[in-house]
Every structure is written in C-alpha cells, then in structure tokens.
C-alpha cells in the first residue's frame, strides 16, 4: 500500500474517482441586453518566449515552431467571443529572445506598447529576471513553459501564476499510477544534463511519498556526439542491451533524458524486457494531443483547425492562461489588472479546461492545480490522481509539493 503523506492516505478504493464528466468551458454570460459593440477597451497581452531550433532523437519529437504560441491565439479567439458584447478587445504581440539571452531589453519593449499581462515561456533564470520588474511596473506574468519547482518554492513571486506543471506533479502523477499498478521496483537512468538530474530528482522524492523502490541508478553522459549521424541503428541496438544489463530484478525502467540524448533509444532495448517511463515510454505531461474526455475533442478540433495540428502540453499551458485572463476581465468588467488579479487570487475562482474538473490556483505559491495525463505517443492510458490517493483539501494536491512542504514565502 502507499504510504501516506501528512495529509492524504492512499487507500484503495472500489468506486472510480474520476467519474463524471463536468463542464469544460465556462463562458461568462452576455449581459441581458446583448449589444454588438465597438471595443472600447483593448487588453493586450505578450507571448515572450525563448526560442531556438531544437534537435530530438525523432524528427516526430521535434517541436512545432509555434508551440504554445498556438493555443495563446486559439484562446485569443475565445476571448474575443465573449468580449465583443463587453466592449474588451484581446490582442497577442509575441516576443522572441535566444535561451540563454537577457530577456529585461524584450520585456521593457513589450510594456512600453501598453502590454500589462505577460505569458512567459522562459527558463526559470530568466523569468526571474524579470519578476520584481513586473511588479514594479504592475504586470502580471504566467509562466507557460518552466517546470522547475524552484519558481514555486525558494524563487516563488506573488505576481507570477504558473499554468505549467512542475517536475514533482509531472514525477508524482506518474509514481501514483506504477503504485496503482503494484510496480514497485523501479530502475533509474537519468542524463547528465541539469534538467535531466532534476527530473530524477523528482521521480526519487515521488519514490519515497508513494512507496515506491529505486532499486539501482545509473547516469548516461552525453558525450557531445552528434545525435543523428554518429550513432546508427545497429549500434543502438547493440549499445542499450549493454548500458541496461546488470540491474537487480525491477518492474518498471524510468528515464530521466529531458534533453533528448537517449531516452527515445531506450524503450524495447532494454536487457530485461520491462516497460519504460518517465521522458520515454509512458509519459506524464500537463495535456495529451489524443485526449478526448471531458469535452476534449471541441478544444482539439477547434485547435487542429486553426493550426494544423494536435494540441501539446505547451499549447495547452498557455490557452489556460490566456483564458484565465479572458475569464478574469469578461467577469469584472476590467482591463486594470489590480482588478484582475484580485479576481484570479479570490478563494472562488475557478477555470474550466477540458481536463474533468474545474482548476484552481493554490494559495500558497499561485501553481495551478491540474491533472497530469499518462501517455505514450499515440493514447492516453490513464490521468492522475489515482483513485486512492487522498487529500484533505484537493486530492490534485497530491501532485506535487503540498503546502505543508513548501518554502514559499510570497513577495
């Protein structure tokens, strides 16, 4: 059985939790007398992103050019439907900067021309760079792309909600399901890259809260050889069997390659015929392009046509938060975003988003609760929480630093 955190026991349970579909999408009503009216008050918001080409270990991995820009404007759009009748007008300007640049220049840029609300797709330095300046200068920013737990915990900002999961929801999400499972024994291999330990360390705490055992570690250094062309299929084939041979007996193989070196190698050529997980095989992610309960299908439809094609996790992080900005301003009548703010921190707020139940923000470091998706590249296989797993307050608290934990301390 899971052990049980402070405040959750994992029972197992005979009734499924995650029964029952709700409402997706929350549209504010029109005000009774519905008039077609001329904007009158234009709410800008900034897509700033860092941005390079990036390699993966498949050319299907690799990530579409408008990755998240893409379900910003699709949100654009919602927002605009509403907020015709209201007099609002959502506009997106989209900023790009290299990732490791100085971001300060592309951010003053950006509230020179009026921009108040700012969707950050950034690394966690350099949205931390920006922070107190968006505070002093009264902009809001949500971070749509950063997974680090250190942005919600030691650097945590009161003026910056996060709509991206961490590293120890995306870790939790996927050690619940393997303990629901009764795979307890686990085998971790992890890359070299700060990234790649980080997720490790994630999916080690997500051990020790749920009752899960690593049985055996092992790095695997990047040795700066070209991706593609260095290593064949014959090579792969002969290298992994090795690199994987010599564990102790295990249920399941993790995999922390966040920065695509050898995760996607590792899946059907380990020693021990296993299942994989973690950055390969099964995945945890904040959204599935397969995912259709809940009123999924609309979303995906809706976003395929406007694009071109599936919705990723990205996409899905940034439509949130452009909503909850639509929602924010359509509800209070507003474009001052003191004004939304207080609306979005109230203890009813709440965001529709096609993932089975209303999403809040928890009080303690403005992270967005959420559902983590379990998936392989073709289909969801499960969402978590687990049934079992339980909670005082939220059983998607269970996902992640709970309050008890945190080192947040807002400012």
Request: glycine share 8%; with cysteine.
């Amino acid at each position: 059985m899971p052990h049980a955190p402070t405040l959750f026991a994992a029972a197992f349970l005979a009734a499924s939790s995650h029964s029952g579909a709700v409402a997706q999408e929350a549209s504010p009503a029109p005000p009774d007398k519905v008039a077609q009216a001329q904007p009158i008050s234009e709410i800008k918001l900034g897509y700033l992103r860092a941005y390079a080409p990036q390699l993966a270990l498949s050319v299907l991995d690799v990530p579409p050019r408008d990755e998240g820009v893409a379900g910003a404007k699709v949100a654009i759009g919602d927002n605009n439907t509403t907020g015709r009748f209201l007099g609002q007008e959502f506009k997106l300007e989209v900023s790009e900067v290299n990732p490791n640049a100085d971001v300060v220049p592309a951010f003053n840029d950006m509230i020179s021309r009026g921009t108040l609300y700012i969707l950050a797709d950034l690394s966690a330095a350099q949205l931390l760079s920006i922070a107190d300046l968006a505070r002093d200068n009264g902009v809001l920013l949500f971070n749509v792309g950063a997974t680090d737990d250190r942005l919600r915990e030691e650097g945590c900002r009161a003026n910056i909600f996060h709509t991206a999961p961490t590293r120890t929801m995306l870790a939790d999400g996927l050690a619940q399901y393997l303990i629901w499972k009764q795979w307890r024994r686990w085998v971790l291999v992890y890359g070299s890259h700060e990234p790649d330990k980080q997720f490790a360390n994630a999916l080690r705490r997500a051990a020790t809260r749920f009752g899960g055992e690593i049985v055996a570690e092992k790095e695997f250094p990047d040795t700066g050889t070209a991706r593609r062309t260095d290593t064949g299929v014959v090579q792969i084939q002969r290298q992994m069997p090795v690199f994987t041979q010599g564990f102790p007996d295990h249920d399941v193989l993790l995999v922390a390659d966040e920065t695509e070196v050898f995760g996607t190698y590792v899946p059907f050529r380990t020693w021990m015929p296993r299942p994989v997980a973690g950055t390969a095989g099964l995945m945890p992610s904040a959204w599935h392009p397969a995912s259709e309960q809940w009123g999924g299908t609309q979303i995906q439809n809706r976003f395929a046509k406007a694009s071109g094609r599936r919705m990723l996790s990205k996409d899905m992080a940034a439509w949130t938060a452009t909503r909850i900005i639509g929602e924010a301003a359509t509800r209070t009548h507003s474009a001052d975003p003191e004004l939304l703010a207080a609306f979005i921190r109230a203890e009813d707020f709440s965001i529709a988003a096609f993932r089975g139940q209303k999403l809040t923000f928890r009080k303690w470091n403005w992270q967005l609760r959420q559902p983590i998706f379990l998936g392989d590249g073709r289909a969801v296989v499960s969402t978590s929480p687990q049934e079992g797993f339980l909670h005082q307050f939220s059983e998607l608290d269970t996902l992640g630093i709970d309050q008890p934990e945190t080192r947040c301390v807002l400012e």
